[in-house]
């Protein structure tokens, strides 16, 4: 790979990680970035300030769709997820263009624009929990949670085995991928300040008013109530705020532990598939429910 490429994944990496000293350390003492405002930042200083205290962006994560090299810039294109400060995520595509002289930046320049179709997704809070984006800091804990084979043997989305560095590409591959048709939440104890599970809505047909609700939780918490306290806040929130109808939910039938969650928040069985998925080798059965606002 040639080098104004190389440094510029390893600047969105920086970023991504919040390593202000490592993400100016790879700019010249006079680099000149030109931020998607508009303005520019002149001097290593000033852009250092600019990531510690002057961006609106809080953390971020950008996904990488494509890599080249333009004469004497090195480009790359992708989907960057950001939280702003007052906990909203807001997706936008970005060009980021970068010159590198003697292996430093010297001229570096941001392009976004938002996402069609996708809304700010705003945070969500229930008695004991937050729903919010995952973040690349939640890769530990996603690890720990989802890493749990019982998390995984009745899910199809959920990676197995899962360790820290795979959690980190799920996050910044599929939870935080810029989609307008999904909406997926981190959920944490208020109590403890820690991931305990997921909560999502996908394939949401604004057209149709619909939407799938999916979520799993930490094995260690079943039992407390939390899967129906996050997922009845997503429901409110996928007919008040998003102005869906319906809403759909699939399970397996071996699991009927979801079921129990789907029935107390008001969804109905429509019917049975059989052998709709197959999971490790072994097709499954799966039920559908679904609520009407």
């Known amino acids: 790979m040639d ?33 998607p405002a508009g303005d520019t930042c002149r001097g290593r200083a000033a852009i250092e300030r600019h990531y510690r205290d002057e961006r609106a962006v809080v953390v971020g994560m950008h996904r990488v769709a494509q890599v ?57 809070a229930t008695s004991r929990l937050l729903l919010r984006g995952f973040e690349l800091a939640d890769a530990a804990d996603l690890a720990r949670v989802a890493g749990d084979r019982s998390v995984a043997d009745t899910t199809v989305t959920v990676p197995y085995p899962l360790d820290v560095e795979g959690a980190r590409a799920w996050i910044v591959d599929d939870l935080a991928h810029c989609l307008p048709e999904q909406q997926v939440y981190a959920v944490v104890a208020h109590e403890t300040s820690r ?13 149709h008013g619909q939407g799938e609700l999916t979520f799993w939780f930490d094995a260690t918490v079943r039992g407390h109530g939390y899967a ?6 997503l429901v409110e929130h996928a007919f008040t705020t998003l102005g869906l109808t319906r809403l759909v939910a699939h399970f397996m039938t071996r699991n009927p532990a979801s079921g129990r969650v789907l029935g107390k928040l008001g969804f109905v069985s429509e019917g049975l598939m059989r052998r709709r998925v197959r999971k490790w080798g072994r097709f499954e059965d799966v039920e559908l429910w679904a609520r009407l606002a």
């Open 68 to 124: 080249w090299d333009r004469g004497a810039w090195g480009v790359v294109t992708g989907d960057f997820v950001g939280r702003l400060r007052d906990g909203s995520r807001q997706c936008v595509r970005f060009i980021d263009r970068i010159r590198v002289e003697a292996g430093s930046i010297v001229e570096r320049e941001v392009m976004t624009a938002a996402v069609p179709g996708a809304l700010p997704v705003a945070p969500l």
């Open 3 to 35: 080098s104004n490429s190389s440094i510029a994944l390893r600047l969105l990496r920086a970023i991504d990680d919040e390593d202000w000293p490592g993400v100016t350390a790879l700019f010249a003492d006079d680099a000149e970035y030109r931020k």
């Open 195 to 207: 991931l305990i599970g997921c909560v999502g809505l996908r394939h949401i047909e604004h057209a």
């Open 228 to 233: 129906g306290e996050a997922a009845g806040a």
